[in-house]
Nanobody
Framework: QVQLVESGGGLVQPGGSLRLSCVVS????????LRWYHQAPGKELELVAS???????NYVDFVKGRFNISKDTPKRTVDLQMKSLEIEDTAVYYC?????????WGQGTQVTVSS
């Protein structure tokens, strides 16, 4: 089982930036895919961004050009840099690690975009 701990959430004004970080208990290079999801109030869990073991990155359309996912192998972290935040980005953000024999989640970190 992979343990994941997110941090970096908070309150930010529209147009602002936040950097979320997820500490991973295993070597990030060994994890098939690391993902960030979010769940807005009253909505379903939604994939935001992912990075695989070859460092291929994918983003959902509504964050392209605004968010960047990155891994730091020595630090065992996967970060989500968020810029030009919009009110619609308000959600709990979860880190996810996928391996063929397990899929694990962090506890989530709240991001609130409000003026």
């Amino acid at each position: 089982q992979v343990q994941l701990v997110e941090s970096g959430g908070g309150l930010v004004q529209p147009g602002g930036s936040l950097r979320l970080s997820c500490v991973v208990s295993e070597y990030v290079s060994r994890i098939y895919t690391l993902r960030w999801y979010h769940q807005a109030p009253g909505k379903e869990l939604e994939l935001v961004a992912s990075v695989d073991s070859h460092d291929n990155k994918n983003y959902v359309d509504f964050v392209k050009g605004r968010f960047n996912i990155s891994k730091d192998t020595p630090k065992r972290t996967v970060d989500l840099q968020m810029k030009s935040l919009e009110i619609e980005d308000t959600a709990v953000y979860y880190c996810n690690a996928y391996l063929p024999w397990t899929e694990d989640w962090g506890q989530g970190t709240q991001v609130t975009v409000s003026s």
